[in-house]
């Protein structure tokens, strides 16, 4: 028996903090010690990072919707100095730079925003985002050098006069300014930024600044926001992974991670805020991560969601994902503008690619980490307010270290005797074993809940929460539940509750004696006990339990583990629904759009009466959903491949920057590539209301390869074992006109290169050759779906 005593909620601290907006409109948003409030209301935020400058202006509003759509509702994006200002006093806010235009379309959409203004970012930029011309100035850059504040105060008037009329003060989405980045020892210099942007017109209720590092932040001045990777490209090429990101995958109070940015450190962390002024907020937990020339990890999908539910398991109360979007470093400056050992940082940076393996890919690709996600968020989003109130607590015999990898990992957050148990069994790179007959004492306020009623096996890579003293609706309690709580909502006027099963383990319920229960099936057993009513679901799904209460009854839905990845909610047509779709579904105005490649089901809670848009006539039932088959997408000619030059010569092993590490190859090297052209017929790029994305799906044997139209580089990638794929919607004319030039490069022998295990092979074979092994076309399809007017149940 595992056990652990919860403990005793404190008042926060208040009125500390030198932020936050004033009561009245619009709705006022205030921070205390322990967790941010909306209207007086504890809220989590959900942020996601999306760089606006590094993405096609034209796309913005749909790739805005898929992160709404993922449980995102505050989006963070950098301001890049050298994408404004890269001529000394001519200022950019046009086309992809339009930060105004984006903030106006997250405001229709209903998202926050919290911008991190610099004017040093980082963020895999040329400089951090300083411009070139500011080396040549006499000032010092990142300190309160007169000179140095003189350049800095028109470009942050700049932003700040964008942005009227659009911060929360007036109404707009503007919550959050970020100033600076890592800066560790300048606590003076951050007062003095914020400063800054306050006398040029930025008025946001919250202001914050990285403190990973043990950063020295200016007290009660910034709220400090941490972060967490499961990988690291900064590392040097060595094998297995930084020791610190171990620290992620244990529940813990520890906020600070000295692990991210070390490589720009030049002094050992020291000091840091004293989180108990502060909520626990974070900025940059890792939705993938980045690929370095030398350093080229691999982030499968496990990674990002075990370390996000271990963090809210740890008592985050701010979940902030970086990247959430990936994006495209911009080629539409004098000088490249990606991270290199030719502006003397420590790694080299692939020159267009900044996809970041994120749950939103460079082109808007979703991958499994989107969804997968998305049920955490779904969370976040139904008992936000309850659990931002919860604290930590950790059990009485816990791991034992870093290394540790027998004990199981689990914590508590609860306030009375209500709460959540959160579970991860899962860590990158060393797996973690199977626990067999594990149960349960967590002792509550109201006396011990044990849980489950058998002992169960919690599976390698499993990582859950299970709620105790959870109210499923009016006048019904569970007293606890094996199976993950994702929302609460009301369905044609009966309250329904919605758990997905953990992966491994039978779902099970437990509430008061006496509580009558009818289940979809004969499979569903229900026994009364001394303690309570035990419900056990063989085979979770899309039946729903009814649960009778005093106020009427409740409707259960215990979803499959696999269709706990499927589900969402939305608002449409007149109510809120539950969505079962494998692909990814938004909701926009009176359209359901469905983004896919295939032929996917849909099924949804309530039904529409009257739905257009599919091709499979009326829905059929499916337990308490309705489903429908959507259209087959139309066969796509595959694009003709020929090889140029198959003779390829390595670029010679370099090295470079502040740690000597491997360095990319030049311009130049590419000379000697192995070159091979891919045709693309016009007929690829439909021109219907339907046409999506078309991804060029590329598997190549070799170290790097680059992608050219018309001679103009348009895309790159250093090999870590994943197909390559391009978009190539935004360069359709010119892509049909020219074809795509590859070129591939094979590794030097001499190259000391990182990749994850499962891709050495491959790394080893592009030491002695290059090649195209195969080559597609995967059209994305928007199926629009339609209700008529008077399908809402409201």
């Known amino acids: 028996m595992l056990s652990l005593r919860a403990q005793e909620l404190s008042a926060p601290l208040t009125g500390h903090l030198a932020m936050g907006s004033p009561h009245g409109p619009p709705v006022p948003l205030t921070v205390d010690s322990r967790r941010v409030l909306r209207a007086g209301r504890p809220w989590i935020p959900v942020m996601g990072e999306f760089h606006f400058s590094r993405y096609p202006a034209a796309e913005w509003r749909e790739e805005l919707l898929k992160m709404r759509a993922g449980g995102i509702n505050l ?9 404004h200002e890269e001529q000394r006093g001519a200022y950019r806010f046009d086309g992809d730079l339009d930060i105004r235009r984006f903030v106006e379309l997250c405001a229709e959409l209903g998202l926050s925003v919290a911008v991190r203004i610099g004017p040093w970012s980082h963020g895999e930029c040329r400089n951090g985002g300083f411009p070139d011309w500011l080396a040549g100035t006499e000032c010092v850059p990142r300190t309160d050098d007169p000179a140095y504040l003189a350049l ?33 020892d300048q606590p003076g210099h951050l007062a003095t930024l914020r400063r800054l942007a306050e006398e040029a017109g930025a008025d946001a209720p919250l202001w914050t600044a990285t403190a990973w590092g043990g950063a020295r932040i200016p007290p009660d001045v910034l709220l400090p926001l941490y972060g967490g990777y499961p990988e690291a490209f900064w590392e040097d090429a060595h094998p297995g992974w930084a020791r610190e990101m171990r620290r992620h995958y244990f529940f813990t109070p520890v906020r600070d991670d000295h692990a991210i940015g070390a490589d720009l450190r030049n002094a050992a962390p020291a000091g840091g805020p004293d989180d108990r002024r502060y909520p626990y907020a974070t900025c940059e937990l890792g939705g993938g991560m980045a690929i370095a020339y030398h350093r080229r990890p691999l982030v499968p999908e496990r990674d990002v969601t075990a370390l996000a539910l271990t963090k809210i398991g740890s008592g985050s109360v701010w979940q902030g994902y970086y990247l959430y979007h990936g994006c495209s470093q911009r080629l539409e400056h004098g000088v490249p503008n990606q991270e290199s050992h030719a502006t003397g940082y420590p790694n080299d940076l692939p020159s267009v690619t900044y996809d970041f393996q994120a749950p939103l890919g460079e082109y808007g690709q979703v991958r499994p980490a989107y969804h997968a996600l998305r049920r955490q968020h779904l969370l976040l989003q139904d008992a936000g307010a309850e659990l931002a109130d919860m604290p930590l607590s950790l059990p009485d015999a816990g791991p034992g270290g870093l290394d540790d990898r027998t004990t199981l990992r689990w914590a508590v957050r609860s306030r009375g005797d209500t709460g959540f148990l959160f579970v991860n069994n899962h860590q990158p790179h060393e797996p973690l074993p199977d626990h067999e007959d594990v149960r349960f004492a967590v002792k509550l306020t109201g006396g011990t809940v044990t849980l489950p009623e058998e002992p169960v096996t919690v599976p390698s890579g499993a990582h859950f929460v299970w709620p105790l003293g959870y109210e499923l609706g009016p006048g019904v309690r569970l007293n606890w539940a094996a199976a993950q709580p994702l929302t609460r909502l009301e369905i044609d006027g009966t309250p329904t509750a919605v758990l997905a099963a953990t992966e491994g383990v039978t779902p099970r319920l437990h509430l008061p004696a006496g509580t009558r229960v009818e289940g979809p099936d004969t499979t569903v057993r229900v026994r009364e006990a001394a303690d309570g009513t035990l419900v056990t679901v063989p085979g979770p799904g899309t039946g729903a339990l009814t649960v009778h209460g005093p106020h009427g009854p409740v409707r259960v839905l215990v979803l499959s583990a696999e269709q706990g990845r499927q589900v969402s909610r939305v608002r449409i047509w007149g109510c809120d629904r539950l969505v079962l779709c494998d692909d990814l579904v938004l909701a926009d105005g009176e359209e359901l759009r469905v983004h896919t490649a295939a032929a996917p089901d849909i099924a949804l809670l309530p039904a529409p009466p009257g739905l257009t848009g599919t091709t499979a006539g009326p829905g059929v039932r499916d337990g308490a959903f309705t489903r429908w088959t959507l259209s087959p997408p139309a066969s796509v000619p595959p694009p003709a491949v020929t090889c140029v030059r198959s003779e390829a010569v390595a670029a010679p092993a370099r090295t470079g920057g502040s740690h000597g590490r491997a360095s990319a190859p030049l311009d130049a090297d590419f000379e000697r590539a192995g070159v091979h052209h891919i045709a693309v017929l016009p007929e690829v790029f439909d021109e219907s209301e339907e046409a999506g994305e078309v991804l060029l799906r590329i598997q190549y044997t070799g170290d790097v390869a680059r992608a050219y139209i018309g001679g103009k580089l348009i895309a790159d990638h250093f090999w870590y074992g994943p197909v390559w794929e391009i978009g190539l919607r935004r360069f359709a004319a010119e892509a049909v006109r020219h074809g795509i030039e590859l070129r591939i490069l094979p590794a030097a022998r001499e190259s000391r290169i990182y990749v994850d295990p499962t891709a050495r092979d491959g790394l080893d074979a592009a030491r002695a050759r290059t090649s195209v092994d195969a080559v597609s076309l995967l059209p994305l399809r928007r199926l629009t779906l339609r209700a008529p007017r008077g399908s809402g149940h409201d």
Do not use: K, M
Request: net charge negative; aromatic share 16%; no cysteine.
């Open 75 to 83: 989006v963070a994006t950098y301001l890049f100095w050298n994408q």
């Open 152 to 184: 800095v105060r028109p470009y942050f008037a700049g932003i700040a006069h964008e942005l009227r009329g659009l911060w929360h003060r007036d109404g707009g989405p503007v919550i959050a300014v970020q100033v600076e980045n890592e800066l560790y």
